[in-house]
C-alpha cells in the first residue's frame, strides 16, 4: 500500500465519522441513561465546561458552544437568524447521586456573527455553602430540541483546580481543556494572591491498561515529580510548556490537589505521525509483534505492512485504518486524563469495541452496554470512577475473566480485516 495515501487517509479523519451502530438500548435504571454520548456523529450537541471558584462563596460555570452544532432560526421582530439555547444543571452530594440538593437554569439567545465558530458564556453559581459538591450540566438547543448532559466534580478547598482560571494568551477567553500542546500560551491565575505557586513536572507515562479480562490491578501512580519549579502567585503567571508530560500546578507540594495538565505532543489529539499510529496497536499486536513495530527503523512502512496484511486489499484495509484511528482520534477527546486518552481504560474499549450503544452515566460511574439489534442480547462494561488527584477524568474498568471470549475474538476480527460487532 502507498504509505502517501495511508498518510493521507489519516488526515481526512477529523471529518469522517463512523456511526457503527444503528439502535440504542433502553434500560430501566436510577442512572441517567444517554445514548450514544460517545458517538459523535449521534450526539448533535457537544458543548464544554469549566468552573471557576472566583471566591469562597462565588462560583462561575464557564460553557463553550460551537455554533455550528445549533439551528438558528429567523426570530424576533427584525426576523435575524438566532439560536436559543437553556443551560440548566442540578448540584449533588459526592456521596450520593441520586437526590439532588439545589438546581437553576438559565437561557440565552445567540447571534451568530461572521467569522464566529463558538460562543462562551457563564452563569453564576447559587452558593451552596459545600465544599466539595457535584453538578449535572445539561445544554438544550431549544430549537433543534436535542439536548447534551455532563458531570462536573467541584471542590472549593484551598488549591483545588477549581480555585485556578486558565485563559487563552491569543483570545483572553477560558480553556476547556486538560490537555494542550507546545504551541499553545496561556495565563493560570489562582483565586486570590499567594507567594508561590509550585509546578511538578512528570515525563513517564503510566502503564498501558491490562486486557478487560485480566485479574491485575492498576500500577500505582508516580507520585515523584521529574522536576519542580515555582512562580509567582501573586498575580496571573505565563504557561508556555514545549516538554511533553504531565503538569501539575499547586498551591502546597505537601497536598493532593491541585490542576493537572498534560502535553502529549504536537497536533494532538490528532494522528498525524508514524509514532502516534504505531503505539494505538498495542492493543491488536502480541508482544513480540508490538516490539518489532516501536523498533522499526522505518514506522510508515511498518504500519503499512501491518494493516494490509490486516486487510489484505488496499479498499478494505483504508476503511480499518479509517476506522481504528478516527475510535483513535475520539478516544483522545473524550477520555485524556492525566494520560492519553487511548491509553486508558475506557480508550481500550472504545477502539476495540466502538461507541457504545447507551451509557448510563452518575457522578461516579459509567456503564457502557452494547446489545444486538432485538436487544435481547447485551454486553455491559462498568467503569468506576477513581478518587485521582490529578484529575477528575480517570476511570477504572471492572474487569472479569467473562470478557476473555468477547476481548479474544475482536482482536482476531481486526486481524482477519473486519470491524468487531459484538453480536454479529
Request: charged share 25%.
Amino acid at each position: 500500500m502507498n504509505t502517501k495515501l495511508l498518510f493521507f487517509i489519516i488526515f481526512l479523519i477529523s471529518s469522517a465519522l463512523l456511526n457503527p451502530y444503528t439502535t440504542v438500548a433502553q434500560i430501566n435504571t436510577q442512572k441517567k441513561t444517554t445514548s450514544s454520548i460517545y458517538n459523535p456523529f449521534i450526539y448533535k450537541l457537544h458543548p464544554e465546561y469549566v468552573v471557576y471558584n472566583q471566591s469562597e462563596n462565588k462560583s462561575l460555570l464557564y460553557t463553550k458552544i460551537y455554533l455550528s452544532e445549533l439551528l438558528f432560526s429567523n426570530l424576533g421582530s427584525k426576523q435575524k437568524k438566532r439560536s436559543k439555547i437553556k443551560i440548566e444543571y442540578k448540584v449533588f452530594l459526592p456521596d450520593n447521586s441520586q437526590q439532588f440538593v439545589d438546581s437553576a437554569s438559565a437561557e440565552f439567545t445567540i447571534r451568530k456573527q461572521k467569522g464566529q465558530n463558538n460562543i462562551i458564556s457563564y452563569i453564576r453559581l447559587k452558593d451552596q455553602s459545600l465544599n466539595k459538591y457535584y453538578l449535572e450540566i445539561t445544554t438544550t438547543d431549544l430549537l433543534r430540541r436535542v439536548k447534551a448532559t455532563n458531570y462536573i466534580y467541584v471542590d472549593k478547598e484551598a488549591g483545588a483546580k477549581q480555585n485556578f482560571i486558565v485563559s487563552s494568551k491569543k483570545t483572553k477567553q477560558p480553556y476547556f481543556k486538560n490537555f494542550f500542546r507546545p504551541s499553545h500560551f496561556f495565563s493560570i491565575k489562582y483565586n486570590k494572591p499567594i507567594d508561590s505557586i509550585y509546578i511538578k513536572y512528570y515525563f513517564k507515562e503510566i502503564p498501558l491498561p491490562y486486557p478487560p479480562f485480566a485479574s491485575l490491578k492498576r500500577d500505582d501512580i508516580n507520585t515523584i515529580p521529574d522536576s519542580i519549579w515555582s512562580v509567582s502567585g501573586k498575580a496571573a503567571f505565563q504557561f508556555h510548556e514545549k516538554e511533553k508530560g504531565f503538569y501539575f500546578i499547586q498551591t502546597d507540594t505537601t497536598s493532593s490537589i491541585g490542576l493537572g495538565l498534560v502535553n502529549p505532543g504536537e497536533h494532538f489529539p490528532y494522528i498525524k505521525s508514524s509514532e502516534t499510529m504505531v503505539n494505538p496497536l498495542t492493543y491488536l499486536c502480541s508482544t513480540s509483534e508490538y516490539k518489532d513495530l516501536i523498533n522499526s527503523s522505518n514506522k510508515k512502512l511498518a504500519v503499512d505492512r501491518f494493516w494490509l496484511a490486516c486487510g489484505k486489499n488496499t479498499s478494505r484495509t483504508r476503511e480499518l485504518i479509517r476506522i481504528y484511528y478516527n475510535r483513535n482520534l475520539y478516544a483522545n477527546i473524550y477520555f485524556t486524563s492525566f494520560t492519553q486518552g487511548w491509553r486508558t481504560d475506557r480508550g481500550m474499549i472504545y477502539l476495540i469495541f466502538g461507541p457504545p450503544k447507551a451509557v448510563e452515566k452518575n457522578s461516579n460511574k459509567e456503564v457502557w452496554l452494547y446489545s444486538n439489534r432485538t436487544r435481547s442480547k447485551v454486553l455491559k462494561f462498568v467503569f468506576n470512577r477513581v478518587d485521582n488527584p490529578y484529575t477528575d477524568n480517570d476511570y477504572i474498568l471492572e474487569r472479569h475473566i467473562d470478557f476473555k471470549s468477547f476481548w479474544f475474538r475482536a482482536v482476531k476480527s481486526w486481524r482477519a480485516g473486519t470491524v468487531y460487532d459484538i453480536f454479529q
